[in-house]
């Protein structure tokens, strides 16, 4: 659609996403033409509260993206996720998602059965991690340490890194925090890990999938964990080849350049 500038539709976003009881959290421009909205709504952080490791989810992830002059308005299916991840298909958030800002169509994960979808079901493949397959960045004195360590090294812009918002989950020792990688180990040199380096390759559909951004890092009680980079690219981008001009081979350093910049933020 084209209602208007990119700041305009962003700013209407924002408002609409309100007006249906989501807290806006952070805003990131990860690249030029596209911004990423994160919000936090109860609903979705006591359904994250309650599963295993299901701060993972604790953000609703909302982006406009222009593609050949018209901006795209997408939002990451919360029904998708939530079942990934072991939250439930969310259905008052995506009827809240549909009436802040409507549903045109679903892309990007065609032929997955949702049986085959949530945490220990989802693989890319064979040899591929699971949600359940948690990368863990650091561990601390106590859970205090953790958030303030985590803090300090994203104000500090460690490891190429910026922070775009945290979620703290309702009675619980666990601070989620967005995490973006614009500078990573310097774009164009190392891993491809910069957040445009890895969107070049993978994100090249007619719809945009921008709302993978930005990715999590979670301080649960006395550690800070990750999800794998391979788990979470591939159920993301589950139509993604293996090989080609847009598939993982060419993205083969990127895991590792992600868990490098992570690391970096968590203090290791």
Excluded: C, W
């Amino acid at each position: 659609k084209d209602p208007g500038s990119m700041a305009n539709v962003v700013e209407y976003a924002k408002a609409q996403l309100t007006e249906q009881g989501f807290t806006i959290v952070g805003t990131y421009m990860p690249y030029p033409n596209a911004t990423v909205i994160a919000a936090s709504h109860p609903e979705l952080s006591a359904a994250a509260a309650k599963a295993e490791n299901g701060g993972f989810g604790a953000a609703q992830r909302v982006a406009i993206t222009e593609v050949d002059g018209k901006l795209q308005v997408s939002y990451m299916n919360p029904a998708y996720l939530g079942t990934a991840y072991g939250l439930g298909k969310l259905e008052t958030i995506s009827a809240k998602l549909e009436a802040a800002l409507g549903r045109e169509q679903e892309f990007g994960a065609k032929g997955i059965k949702e049986e085959k979808l949530g945490p220990g079901e989802y693989h890319y493949k064979m040899l591929m991690p699971y949600f359940d397959d948690i990368d863990v960045l650091n561990t601390y004195a106590d859970y205090e340490t953790g958030i303030k360590t985590v803090e300090a090294n994203l104000a500090a812009g460690k490891g190429g890194t910026v922070k775009v918002y945290r979620i703290d989950l309702p009675g619980k020792e666990v601070s989620v925090f967005g995490v973006g990688i614009p500078q990573g180990d310097g774009p164009d040199a190392g891993d491809k890990d910069t957040d445009k380096e890895i969107m070049d390759i993978i994100d090249f559909q007619e719809i945009r999938s921008t709302a993978y951004l930005p990715y999590e890092l979670m301080v649960q009680g006395n550690k800070a964990i990750a999800l794998r980079g391979r788990y979470r690219i591939a159920v993301h981008f589950p139509d993604t080849s293996m090989a080609g001009e847009h598939g993982f081979t060419k993205i083969m350093s990127s895991p590792g350049g992600i868990k490098n910049a992570l690391e970096a933020v968590a203090g290791k």
